[in-house]
């Protein structure tokens, strides 16, 4: 399993970014996927969620300013972040959990890409 997260970059404060992740080695239509961010000296949090079919979930801070979308034709996720702020500044990060039955699960990352969000 591969996930490969980029869009990342230098921004205004209330300006757009879109994150994409590209998976492969995965059934990744059948998969959940989320967007994880660590921001310096913090701990890493999770951003959202979105369910195989779209259906999305997201952290308080960012509700009605992000988007999670994804593309199963593409084996793509998206994060379309609107309105940014200098406290999103954060490593954003794409994440599944895969799990075999009887075997356990596994949790895979991508490299994480940088947003860096100016006031």
């Known amino acids: 399993v591969q996930l490969q997260a980029s869009g990342g970059g230098l921004v205004q404060a209330g300006e757009s970014l879109r994150l994409s992740c590209v998976a492969s080695?995965?059934?990744?239509?059948?998969?959940?996927m989320n967007w994880y961010r660590q921001a310096p000296g913090m701990q890493r949090e999770v951003v959202g969620t979105?369910?195989?079919?779209?259906?999305?979930n997201y952290v308080d801070s960012v509700r009605g300013r992000f988007t999670i979308s994804r593309d199963n034709d593409k084996n793509t996720m998206y994060l379309q972040m609107n309105n940014l702020k200098p406290e999103d500044t954060a490593v954003y990060y794409c994440n599944t959990v895969l799990r075999t039955p009887g075997v356990g699960s596994a949790n895979f990352w991508g490299q994480g890409t940088l947003v860096t969000v100016s006031s």
């Open positions: 979105i369910t195989p079919s779209g259906f999305a």
């Open positions: 080695g995965m059934a990744f239509s059948v998969t959940p």
